[in-house]
């Protein structure tokens, strides 16, 4: 079996060095090129099977571009994105597979899940709120996990952003009623997780017909 051909964008960014790093242990996977600013995504295009990005929100488009002309597959993991930019990268990208999501680690799309069951389970009598800390660098606030949990909510809650040291990432669910609180939490220490998921995804965008999938459906959560 042949390996899949990989094109990373953000190749030196601190996730695109994870990823770097991650898939040179995976047989699976071959990392035939990575980009950054100013490089020509185009070029290295026809010799891959996907594109993973982890770059920022104002490339992600340009990307989308040349995967949906090239008939590429598309993991994007960059985050930050308003809703208008969003809906025109959804469109672009109509005809490849595109795994997108705001957290590839497998623990937090765990906790996407049980964060829904819990809001079914309890209903809306109880208040719920999401605190997310992450490090200084981090451009966006709310974190695209963080409004992940308030989609599986199902309705709007309020969101603390604190951005302290070199935090990789902490997510914590509230949920409480007069008498008991009850607490989902994930914590991330590494990268690492994150690259493994994303990587994880790209073997398996591949085989799938054009469409949006996120990581649930990647790890047969739903």
Same mark, same amino acid.
């Given at each position: 079996m042949k390996p899949v051909r990989i094109i990373i964008s953000g190749v030196k960014g601190r996730m695109g060095q994870a990823l770097v790093a991650c898939a040179k242990n995976d047989p699976e996977l071959q990392v035939i090129g990575g980009v950054d600013l100013g490089d020509d995504l185009g070029k290295l295009l026809p010799g891959a099977d $996907?594109? $993973?990005?982890?770059?920022?929100?104002?490339?992600?488009?340009?990307?989308? /571009?040349?995967?949906?002309?090239?008939?590429?597959?598309? $993991?994007?993991?960059? &985050?930050?994105?308003?809703? =208008?930019? *969003?809906?025109?990268?959804?469109?672009? @990208?109509?005809?490849?597979?595109?795994? +997108? &999501? #705001?957290?590839?680690? &497998?623990?937090?799309?765990? @906790?996407? +899940?049980?964060?829904?069951? $819990?809001?079914?389970?309890?209903?809306?009598? +109880?208040?719920?709120?999401?605190?997310?800390?992450?490090?200084?660098? /981090?451009?966006?606030? =709310?974190?695209?996990?963080?409004? #992940? @949990?308030?989609?599986?909510?199902?309705?709007?809650? =309020?969101?603390?952003?604190? *951005?302290?040291?070199d935090v990789v990432g902490d997510h914590t669910v509230t949920f409480g009623i007069p008498g008991e609180r009850l607490e989902l939490s994930h914590r991330a220490s590494s990268r690492e997780i994150f690259a493994r998921g994303a990587l994880r995804a790209a073997k398996w965008v591949v085989t799938q017909a054009p469409g949006l999938y996120d990581m649930q459906q990647v790890l047969g959560l739903k």
């Open positions: $996907v594109v $993973v990005e982890f770059a920022l929100a104002e490339a992600t488009l340009g990307t989308a /571009k040349l995967c949906a002309q090239h008939k590429k597959a598309l $993991v994007i993991g960059t &985050t930050g994105h308003n809703e =208008p930019l *969003r809906r025109e990268i959804t469109q672009t @990208l109509a005809g490849v597979p595109v795994v +997108w &999501t #705001g957290n590839y680690s &497998t623990g937090v799309n765990t @906790l996407f +899940w049980l964060t829904k069951r $819990v809001a079914e389970i309890v209903g809306n009598d +109880w208040n719920v709120e999401i605190v997310e800390t992450h490090h200084t660098a /981090k451009k966006d606030a =709310p974190s695209g996990t963080a409004k #992940g @949990l308030q989609q599986a909510l199902g309705r709007v809650v =309020p969101i603390h952003s604190l *951005r302290i040291g």
